[in-house]
C-alpha cells in the first residue's frame, strides 16, 4: 500500500482523478461492498429521489469515493508549495480570520467530504494546529499517515482523554484544532438526526465547546471539475453546538454538516457504516434483502 501511495504522489491529479473515476465506475457495475453500503445510505436519506436520480448519485458517489482514495498518494507526498497550487480557491476565509483574531482558539470541523486531507493540511500550513488522530484499520498505513499529517507542523493527539485535554490546552493558546465530526460515536454517543435518519453522533464537539471560548466553524474541501480543490470554510452555530443538552447539540453538529453536504451530495463518504447501531425497533438499513 505504501508502494501505491508512492506511485500515485508522481502522477498528475489529472491522472489520479481519472483512474479514480475508472475505479468508482468499475465498483458501480460489480457488486461491491462499497456500492452496497452507499446504495444503502444513499436510499435512506434520500427517499424521495427517484431510481432514476438514485442511480446517477450512485455512480458519481463511488467515483469520487475512489479519487479520495487515490489521491492520498498527492496529499501525503506532494511538498508545500504543490499542495497549496491545487487550492483554487478559499471561500469564507474571512471568517476564519475574525475567529482567530479573537485570540481564543478555533475549533474547525470538517465532515467526510470532498478531500479532507487537503483541508487538514491548509490548516497545518498556514496556522498552529492540532489535529486529532485514530490510527487508520490497514496496518502498514500508520506510519505514512502520521509523517503526512505532521509534515507542514501539525501536532497529532490521540482520541482519548489525554488527547481532549491536549485540545483544550492547544485552543487556549489561540490553536487551530481539527476533528471529523461524523464518525460513528459507538456507545458514547447520542442518536440525533442525521438527513433523516438517527445516527449515532459524538458528544466532543459540545464539550470541548464547553470548556473553551474557542470559535467554531466547519472547513471542507470539494473537487473542483476543471482540477484542484476550493475550499469552504462555513459559519457554525457555537451556542447550538455547545448546549448542554447531548441530543441538542448533537443535532446541531448534524445540521451543521448537511449544510456541507448540500454543496456536493457526491463527494460525500456515502460507503462508511454510517448508520450502524441504530435504536431500539428501528429498521437496520444496511440488512440484505
Request: a positive charge; charged letters at 20%; proline letters at 6%.
Amino acid at each position: 500500500m505504501v508502494a501505491l501511495i508512492q506511485i500515485l504522489s508522481m502522477l498528475p491529479l489529472s491522472a489520479v482523478r481519472l483512474l479514480g473515476k475508472g475505479m468508482g465506475t468499475l465498483f458501480y457495475w460489480l457488486p461491491s461492498h462499497a456500492r452496497f453500503l452507499a446504495q444503502c445510505n444513499l436510499r435512506a436519506v434520500y427517499p424521495q429521489r427517484s431510481e432514476q436520480e438514485h442511480k446517477k448519485l450512485l455512480k458519481a458517489t463511488l467515483q469520487h469515493n475512489a479519487q479520495s482514495i487515490l489521491e492520498l498518494g498527492a496529499m501525503w507526498r506532494w511538498p508545500k508549495e504543490k499542495v497549496e497550487n491545487s487550492v483554487r480557491e478559499v471561500k469564507g476565509q474571512e471568517l476564519l480570520d475574525a475567529a482567530y483574531a479573537k485570540g481564543k482558539g478555533v475549533l474547525l470541523l470538517g465532515p467526510h467530504i470532498g478531500n479532507w486531507e487537503v483541508a487538514g493540511s491548509y490548516i497545518s500550513m498556514n496556522y498552529p494546529s492540532t489535529i486529532m488522530y485514530r490510527p487508520p484499520n490497514l496496518q502498514g498505513l500508520e506510519k505514512s499517515m502520521r509523517a503526512a499529517r505532521t509534515r507542514f507542523g501539525a501536532t497529532l493527539v490521540p482520541t482519548d482523554l489525554r488527547g481532549i485535554r491536549q485540545i483544550i490546552k492547544a485552543l487556549k493558546e489561540n490553536q487551530l484544532s481539527a476533528i471529523l465530526p461524523d464518525q460513528d460515536a459507538g456507545k458514547n454517543g447520542v442518536h440525533a438526526p442525521f438527513m433523516g435518519v438517527p445516527a449515532r453522533t459524538m458528544t466532543l464537539v459540545s464539550k470541548l465547546l464547553q470548556k473553551s471560548e474557542a470559535e467554531c466553524l466547519y472547513l471542507i474541501a470539494l473537487r473542483h471539475p476543471q482540477g484542484g480543490f476550493v475550499l469552504h470554510i462555513l459559519p457554525a452555530d457555537r451556542q447550538a453546538l455547545a448546549a448542554e443538552d447531548p441530543l441538542a447539540a448533537a443535532s446541531a453538529l448534524n445540521q451543521g454538516i448537511e449544510t456541507c453536504i448540500r454543496l456536493a451530495p457526491e463527494q460525500y463518504l456515502w460507503t462508511y457504516r454510517r448508520f450502524r447501531g441504530q435504536p431500539e425497533g428501528a429498521p437496520n438499513i444496511y440488512r440484505k434483502r
